[in-house]
C-alpha cells in the first residue's frame, strides 16, 4: 500500500453497499450513516442535492426522485438518460470516502472498487470519471468473482488451478469459472442460473394460491386470480425465509384482505427444486465453456444472503468439492478486493522520485519564519538586557542573575525558525524561473537536504546565542550554552530523523505531510508576548502590584504563555477548548518571581514535544507498517 496512506474498498456488487479502510495494515470497516452496509438507493431532492443510502421514498413527495441503484444506468450514461448517472455514482463515492475519512481521520490515498464481471471499457471509464469527479484517486477495479476468490482462499490456490465461484447473493445467480495465475485471476467463463427465474416471486404465487384454494366457495372471480406479488409481500418473504435458518415456520403477510399465511420448509424446498435443476445444468455447462474438468478445480466458493435449501448439495454432487460457504460476511468482497490490489498499490512513488510543483519565493512565505525570528531575538535581546551584572570596581563581573530558561526559550525558538524556513524548501524557488529543459530535483532530496540544514543551521545559531549572552554579560560562555543549545539539540534531533525518513512518503501524502509539518507561528507570537510581560513584571522597580499577584503584567504575561503552551501541544479542537483556558488560569494564578522558571521549563518541554510529534508522524508515514508489526511483537510477548 502507499506509504502511510489509506486504502479505501468499495462493493458496489452486493445487495448492499459495503466499504473497508486498509490504514497501515489494519483492515476496518466502515460505518456508513451509522450501518455496516449502506443500500444503494439515492434520493434527489427538488433542490438537486443527492441523499445516498436510503432504501425509497417513505410517502410520495413533489419534487423528490428515488434512483435505486446508479450503477445500474451505467450501461446508458453515454444516451443522455434523465439523470446524469455518473454524476449520482459520484456523490454515492464522495459520501462513502466522506465517511471512512471521518471515522479514520486520515485522506484516502488509494481507491479499490469491486465491479461486475461483465463490465467492459465503457463502465469502466464511466466509474473512473465518477471517482474523478468526486475529488478520489483513479480506481483499481476487481471483479466480484475474483474478490471473492481472494477473501476466501487468502491468495493460497497454486498457479494454474481454477475455481468455480457460485454468487446467490444477488438474483440472478452466477456462475464464474477462474484460474488463478502470478497476477491474481483469470476468468475463463460466466454464466448466469435461470434469469428469469426468482425463488421469492415463485414462493409468492404459491402461498397466493393457497390462500385462494383455502378460501370459502363464495369468493369473486377477481379473487380467485392471484394477483402479481409487490413488493411488501416481497419483503415479507424475504424475512420469513432468514427466520427459516433458525425456525421450522415463518408467518407471511399477505396482501389484504387475505390473511397472513404460513412458510414452512418444505415450502421452500418445493419452490427451489426447479431453481436447483437448473444450477446443476449450468454448473456443467460452465465447466465445459471453460474447457475443465473436475480434477482442475481446486475448490468451490459459494456466497448466498437466505439459504437455497440443496444448493450446496448439487454443488458437492456436480463439482465433487465442499464448496467454501461465505454467509453473512458482507465485507468479504471489499476485504478480498483489498488483498488483490495491495501488490499492485505497494507501488506507489514516493518523495524520493516526485517533483512537486514549485513557485517563485514570496515575502508572505517567509511570514512565519520571520515572526518565529523575530520571537526568538525578543526573547534573546530582553534576556541580555535584563540581566542583573554585579561588578567590583566597576571593572570586573563577579556574578549576573538572569533567566536561563528563559534563554532556553530563545535556543529552542530558534530552532522552530530553522523548521519554518526547511519547510519551505520543497515548494518554493529562491530566485530565478524554473526551466522545463533541466532536470528538477525530487522532493525527497529537497526535504532531506532542506531538514539536515535546519538541524545544523539551527544548533549553530542557539550555540551563537549563547556565545553571544557570554559576551554581553562578559562572565563565562558554559551556563549560557548549556541552555540554548541544550533546548535546541532535542528539536535537532527530530530535524535529522525528518531528514532521513520523509523522502520515503508516499506522494498522494506529501501535501498533508507539508501541511501538518508547517509550524505555527501565532502561539509563539503569543508566548513571547508573555514571556516579555512576565520578565517585565518581575525586573521592574517597584514591581507592579493590582492583584495580590507580582503584579498584573506578570499575571496577564503568565496567562498568555499557559495558552501558547496548550496550543503547542495539542492539534485536537477539542483538546485545546478544555486546556487553554485550564493553563491560562493556572499560570495566571500560580506565577510569581520563583514560578516562572518552573512555566518557561513548561513552554520549553511543549516545544520538544511538538518536534518529536512532527518526527513521530513522519516514521508513521514513511514506514506505516512498523507500528502495527511492534503491537503484534508487543502482543505476542505479553501472551507469552
Same mark, same amino acid.
Given at each position: 500500500?502507499?506509504?502511510?496512506?489509506?486504502?479505501?474498498?468499495?462493493?458496489?456488487?452486493?445487495?448492499?453497499?459495503?466499504?473497508?479502510?486498509?490504514?497501515?495494515?489494519?483492515?476496518?470497516?466502515?460505518?456508513?450513516?451509522?450501518?455496516?452496509?449502506?443500500?444503494?438507493?439515492?434520493?434527489?431532492?427538488?433542490?438537486?442535492?443527492?441523499?445516498?443510502?436510503?432504501?425509497?421514498?417513505?410517502?410520495?413527495?413533489?419534487?423528490?426522485?428515488?434512483?435505486?441503484?446508479?450503477?445500474?444506468?451505467?450501461?446508458?450514461?453515454?444516451?443522455?438518460?434523465?439523470?446524469?448517472?455518473?454524476?449520482?455514482?459520484?456523490?454515492?463515492?464522495?459520501?462513502?470516502?466522506?465517511?471512512?475519512?471521518?471515522?479514520?481521520?486520515?485522506?484516502?490515498?488509494?481507491?479499490?472498487?469491486?465491479?461486475?464481471?461483465?463490465?467492459?471499457?465503457?463502465?469502466?471509464?464511466?466509474?473512473?470519471?465518477?471517482?474523478?469527479?468526486?475529488?478520489?484517486?483513479?480506481?483499481?477495479?476487481?471483479?466480484?468473482?475474483?474478490?471473492?476468490?481472494?477473501?476466501?482462499?487468502?491468495?493460497?490456490?497454486?498457479?494454474?488451478?481454477?475455481?468455480?465461484?457460485?454468487?446467490?447473493?444477488?438474483?440472478?445467480?452466477?456462475?464464474?469459472?477462474?484460474?488463478?495465475?502470478?497476477?491474481?485471476?483469470?476468468?475463463?467463463?460466466?454464466?448466469?442460473?435461470?434469469?428469469?427465474?426468482?425463488?421469492?416471486?415463485?414462493?409468492?404465487?404459491?402461498?397466493?394460491?393457497?390462500?385462494?384454494?383455502?378460501?370459502?366457495?363464495?369468493?369473486?372471480?377477481?379473487?380467485?386470480?392471484?394477483?402479481?406479488?409487490?413488493?411488501?409481500?416481497?419483503?415479507?418473504?424475504?424475512?420469513?425465509?432468514?427466520?427459516?435458518?433458525?425456525?421450522?415456520?415463518?408467518?407471511?403477510?399477505?396482501?389484504?384482505?387475505?390473511?397472513?399465511?404460513?412458510?414452512?420448509?418444505?415450502?421452500?424446498?418445493?419452490?427451489?427444486?426447479?431453481?436447483?435443476?437448473?444450477?446443476?445444468?449450468?454448473?456443467?455447462?460452465?465447466?465445459?465453456?471453460?474447457?475443465?474438468?473436475?480434477?482442475?478445480?481446486?475448490?468451490?466458493?459459494?456466497?448466498?444472503?437466505?439459504?437455497?435449501?440443496?444448493?450446496?448439495?448439487?454443488?458437492?454432487?456436480?463439482?465433487?468439492?465442499?464448496?467454501?460457504?461465505?454467509?453473512?460476511?458482507?465485507?468479504?468482497?471489499?476485504?478480498?478486493?483489498?488483498?488483490?490490489?495491495?501488490?499492485?498499490?505497494?507501488?506507489?512513488?514516493?518523495?524520493?522520485?516526485?517533483?512537486?510543483?514549485?513557485?517563485?519565493?514570496?515575502?508572505?512565505?517567509?511570514?512565519?519564519?520571520?515572526?518565529?525570528?523575530?520571537?526568538?531575538?525578543?526573547?534573546?535581546?530582553?534576556?541580555?538586557?535584563?540581566?542583573?551584572?554585579?561588578?567590583?570596581?566597576?571593572?570586573?563581573?563577579?556574578?549576573?542573575?538572569?533567566?536561563?530558561?528563559?534563554?532556553?526559550?530563545?535556543?529552542?525558538?530558534?530552532?522552530? /525558525? *530553522?523548521?519554518?524556513? $526547511?519547510?519551505?524548501?520543497?515548494?518554493? !524557488? #529562491? +530566485?530565478? =524561473?524554473?526551466? %522545463? &529543459?533541466?532536470?528538477?530535483?525530487?522532493?525527497?532530496?529537497?526535504?532531506?537536504?532542506?531538514?539536515?540544514?535546519?538541524?545544523?543551521?539551527?544548533?549553530?545559531?542557539?550555540?551563537?546565542?549563547?556565545?553571544?549572552?557570554?559576551?554581553?554579560?562578559?562572565?563565562?560562555?558554559?551556563?549560557?550554552?548549556?541552555?540554548?543549545?541544550?533546548?535546541?539539540?532535542?528539536?535537532?534531533?527530530?530535524?535529522?530523523?525528518?531528514?532521513? /525518513? *520523509?523522502?520515503?512518503? $508516499?506522494?498522494?501524502?506529501?501535501?498533508? !505531510? #507539508? +501541511?501538518? =509539518?508547517?509550524? %505555527? &507561528?501565532?502561539?509563539?507570537?503569543?508566548?513571547?508576548?508573555?514571556?516579555?510581560?512576565?520578565?517585565?513584571?518581575?525586573?521592574?522597580?517597584?514591581?507592579?502590584?493590582?492583584?495580590?499577584?507580582?503584579?498584573?503584567?506578570?499575571?496577564?504575561?503568565?496567562?498568555?504563555?499557559?495558552?501558547?503552551?496548550?496550543?503547542?501541544?495539542?492539534?485536537?479542537?477539542?483538546?485545546?477548548?478544555?486546556?487553554?483556558?485550564?493553563?491560562?488560569?493556572?499560570?495566571?494564578?500560580?506565577?510569581?518571581?520563583?514560578?516562572?522558571?518552573?512555566?518557561?521549563?513548561?513552554?520549553?518541554?511543549?516545544?520538544?514535544?511538538?518536534?518529536?510529534?512532527?518526527?513521530?508522524?513522519?516514521?508513521?508515514?514513511?514506514?506505516?507498517?512498523?507500528?502495527?508489526?511492534?503491537?503484534?511483537?508487543?502482543?505476542?510477548?505479553?501472551?507469552?
Amino acid at each position: 500500500m502507499p506509504s502511510g496512506g489509506t486504502r479505501l474498498s468499495i462493493d458496489l456488487t452486493s445487495s448492499a453497499i459495503a466499504a473497508t479502510v486498509d490504514r497501515d495494515g489494519t483492515r476496518i470497516p466502515v460505518l456508513l450513516n451509522g450501518r455496516i452496509v449502506m443500500p444503494h438507493g439515492i434520493v434527489i431532492d427538488p433542490a438537486g442535492q443527492l441523499h445516498p443510502g436510503v432504501n425509497g421514498l417513505p410517502e410520495p413527495s413533489v419534487g423528490h426522485q428515488f434512483i435505486r441503484d446508479p450503477v445500474d444506468l451505467l450501461h446508458a450514461a453515454d444516451a443522455e438518460p434523465p439523470v446524469d448517472a455518473v454524476q449520482l455514482l459520484a456523490g454515492q463515492l464522495w459520501y462513502i470516502a466522506d465517511q471512512a475519512v471521518r471515522q479514520v481521520a486520515v485522506p484516502v490515498a488509494a481507491l479499490t472498487v469491486t465491479i461486475p464481471s461483465a463490465w467492459g471499457p465503457r463502465r469502466r471509464g464511466h466509474l473512473t470519471d465518477a471517482a474523478a469527479r468526486a475529488g478520489l484517486p483513479a480506481p483499481a477495479m476487481v471483479t466480484a468473482p475474483a474478490a471473492l476468490a481472494a477473501y476466501a482462499t487468502a491468495g493460497h490456490v497454486p498457479d494454474g488451478t481454477c475455481l468455480l465461484i457460485c454468487d446467490a447473493e444477488r438474483r440472478p445467480i452466477t456462475l464464474t469459472v477462474l484460474q488463478a495465475s502470478l497476477d491474481g485471476y483469470q476468468e475463463l467463463a460466466t454464466r448466469q442460473v435461470s434469469p428469469s427465474r426468482d425463488l421469492d416471486r415463485d414462493l409468492a404465487q404459491h402461498l397466493l394460491t393457497r390462500s385462494i384454494a383455502d378460501d370459502p366457495p363464495q369468493r369473486t372471480e377477481k379473487e380467485a386470480t392471484p394477483e402479481p406479488a409487490d413488493a411488501a409481500l416481497l419483503e415479507s418473504i424475504r424475512q420469513a425465509r432468514t427466520a427459516l435458518s433458525t425456525q421450522a415456520r415463518a408467518p407471511v403477510l399477505l396482501p389484504s384482505p387475505r390473511p397472513p399465511a404460513v412458510l414452512t420448509r418444505d415450502d421452500v424446498t418445493a419452490a427451489a427444486q426447479p431453481l436447483l435443476d437448473d444450477a446443476a445444468n449450468a454448473v456443467q455447462g460452465i465447466l465445459d465453456a471453460a474447457d475443465i474438468g473436475q480434477q482442475h478445480l481446486s475448490g468451490v466458493i459459494h456466497r448466498e444472503a437466505r439459504a437455497i435449501p440443496g444448493l450446496q448439495e448439487r454443488l458437492v454432487a456436480v463439482t465433487g468439492h465442499t464448496p467454501i460457504a461465505l454467509d453473512g460476511h458482507s465485507h468479504a468482497l471489499a476485504d478480498g478486493a483489498l488483498a488483490l490490489t495491495a501488490a499492485h498499490q505497494q507501488t506507489t512513488s514516493t518523495a524520493n522520485d516526485t517533483a512537486l510543483p514549485r513557485v517563485r519565493l514570496r515575502v508572505r512565505d517567509l511570514t512565519s519564519a520571520i515572526i518565529l525570528g523575530v520571537c526568538s531575538l525578543t526573547v534573546l535581546l530582553q534576556t541580555i538586557l535584563t540581566a542583573d551584572i554585579v561588578t567590583t570596581y566597576s571593572v570586573q563581573v563577579v556574578g549576573v542573575r538572569l533567566s536561563l530558561p528563559q534563554l532556553g526559550v530563545a535556543g529552542a525558538l530558534t530552532m522552530l /525558525t *530553522a523548521f519554518a524556513v $526547511a519547510h519551505l524548501a520543497p515548494t518554493t !524557488w #529562491l +530566485a530565478g =524561473t524554473t526551466d %522545463a &529543459a533541466t532536470s528538477r530535483p525530487t522532493t525527497g532530496h529537497l526535504i532531506r537536504r532542506g531538514y539536515l540544514a535546519a538541524a545544523v543551521g539551527g544548533s549553530t545559531a542557539a550555540a551563537l546565542y549563547g556565545l553571544a549572552t557570554g559576551t554581553a554579560v562578559q562572565f563565562g560562555y558554559e551556563p549560557y550554552l548549556k541552555w540554548t543549545l541544550g533546548s535546541a539539540l532535542p528539536l535537532a534531533v527530530c530535524a535529522a530523523i525528518i531528514a532521513a /525518513t *520523509a523522502p520515503r512518503i $508516499a506522494a498522494p501524502q506529501l501535501s498533508y !505531510w #507539508l +501541511a501538518r =509539518t508547517r509550524p %505555527a &507561528a501565532l502561539p509563539a507570537a503569543i508566548a513571547t508576548t508573555g514571556i516579555c510581560l512576565m520578565r517585565a513584571a518581575i525586573t521592574l522597580t517597584p514591581p507592579v502590584d493590582l492583584t495580590g499577584m507580582p503584579g498584573l503584567i506578570g499575571s496577564a504575561g503568565a496567562a498568555l504563555l499557559g495558552i501558547a503552551t496548550a496550543l503547542t501541544t495539542s492539534r485536537s479542537r477539542t483538546t485545546r477548548t478544555i486546556t487553554v483556558p485550564g493553563l491560562a488560569i493556572g499560570y495566571a494564578i500560580v506565577f510569581t518571581s520563583d514560578t516562572s522558571s518552573a512555566l518557561l521549563v513548561g513552554y520549553l518541554v511543549a516545544l520538544t514535544w511538538w518536534a518529536v510529534q512532527l518526527a513521530a508522524y513522519t516514521l508513521r508515514l514513511a514506514y506505516p507498517g512498523t507500528g502495527q508489526a511492534l503491537r503484534r511483537l508487543a502482543g505476542s510477548s505479553h501472551t507469552a
